[in-house]
């Protein structure tokens, strides 16, 4: 059986600065090591860093924070502000990208473009942009309509959206505006991601995404490779392989999202190796 | 046999808007008075214009000017301080939507944006557009695929091309750009007259598209019509017409462009009533 492992999955350079903010941070700080919401979408990883004295929290002012980490996807100026008064240390790891794409939507605010935001609205890294986008942001997911526009638009999508959910959004607001100013704020990593899947996910008979349940980008690899290879599984570690997929497989690709720590991928390529042999 | 003629066929608002300018200058200018290029793109007008006196040059320097009337389509900048100096009275016809459209080409020069013009290399309005978008502009027509593009990029398009055209361009100009700034600047007019033809090509078994074989605008109609009604016959004046045409039709549709006269529209649904009632 072959096997044909992804280059460009797994952490993306976001993430993989996130986490190693936060390993440096545990060599120096001992306790009280928090971070707004888990870290990144990836709950063995999530797991691994607590092991290290990393928890997570939900609340800003919970008395035993000595210092909060922001998460990749980013919070809110008003959050991010609140914390900084409560006297604690602030370790920003929001994601560069998504930093920018926050400068852009602050930046058609200011424009007085009517700003609409590519995204699923229940995404953090989306939640904390409607922030920076002002008060009269519409949101719209992959799967809704556009509605009716103001003439002059500024569009900008959560950085690991598909290139395919901004094209059909600013064809639909042509119908609209008059005047659309548009960020392409998906970040090249996504866009590099999602194409290699696809490319690979044509090549095989079956397809392993490896990732959090909870990733949204994970999740958006499995669902296009299913568009496009017949088989295909999203697990989260090696233990949910089961040896009756491998039947009449000769050829497996794996891909694992921007989250999705390399020695996760490792133990899915190990395990596979393990049960093959004998097919 | 029924007719259905569109309500939006014929002259739109700037080409209305020139006719009347010129008119109203041969009630006070007996000769001398000529137009840059044909006024509008309809040879049967162009002719009757003729006969009250005003002529076509395509000279700016010809010396029998007294008065150049600037045509609905503009011209470059350059020609237009050139004819200035010329002496003679300058009237400018321009439409005031192919004006703004010329504005907006200016004003993404002047912000530094690649400037990417959608339509017709060949016709007079992007000729004369091009010169205020700069030097850098790339013209695409709705047949060209897009080039490889700078990152920051503004696109206009000529003012009677179809959003079909637009939404594909600023699609392909995604894969390129991570900025861009579009005014649509297809004017209503166009839009709708395309909107109501398509609709009277679905429920007839013969359209007639009228208007100047020179024309843009209603090349596009009949072009249109062609990919819904199995017959369409693009003609200048009702003098086209064949008899047999009619074999077996029950339901004609009939429209024209921008520059299509009403009294020739008229003269075809005339000849049509004429050729029916035997039918």
């Known amino acids: 059986m072959q096997i044909k492992v992804a280059k460009r999955g797994g952490f993306c350079f976001g993430v993989k600065r996130a986490v190693d903010m936060t390993r ?3 060599e120096k700080v001992r306790d009280g090591v928090y971070t707004l919401g888990p870290l990144i979408h990836n709950p ?3 797991e691994k860093l607590a092991l290290q004295g990393v928890n997570s929290t939900d609340d800003i002012h919970a008395s035993n924070i000595k210092v909060l980490i922001i998460r990749t996807h980013g919070v809110s100026s008003k959050i991010y502000a609140e914390a900084l008064k409560m006297g604690y240390k602030v370790v920003d790891a929001t994601c560069p990208f998504v930093k920018k794409a926050q400068q852009y939507a602050q930046l058609l605010k200011q424009e007085k473009y009517q700003v609409l935001l590519v995204g699923d609205k229940n995404h953090p890294e989306v939640q904390a942009m409607l922030d920076f986008a002002g008060d009269n942001v ?4 992959n799967s809704e309509p556009v509605p009716a526009l103001k003439s002059r638009v500024g569009i900008i999508i959560q950085t690991t959206q598909d290139i395919k959910a901004l ?8 119908g609209y505006a008059k005047e659309l100013k548009i ?3 998906i970040c090249d990593s996504t866009a590099l991601r999602l194409r290699e899947a696809k490319k690979i996910a044509k090549a095989v008979d079956l397809m392993i995404v490896v990732g959090g349940k909870n990733s949204a980008n994970t999740t958006q690899l499995a669902n296009f490779s299913k568009g496009i290879c017949g088989k295909v599984y999203h697990i989260e570690t090696a233990d949910e392989i089961q040896d009756g997929w491998l039947d009449g497989v000769k050829k497996v690709g794996i891909t694992g999202g921007a989250s999705t720590p390399q020695w996760i991928i ?10 093959s042999p004998g097919r």
Chains 1, 2 share one sequence.
């Open 266 to 275: 490792d133990g899915v390529v190990e395990k596979l190796q393990k049960i």
């Open 183 to 185: 960020y392409n704020t």
């Open 44 to 46: 063995q990883m999530v």
């Open 24 to 26: 440096k941070l545990t």
């Open 138 to 141: 519409i949101t719209v997911s």
């Open 167 to 174: 094209e059909r959004v600013v064809c639909e607001s042509l």
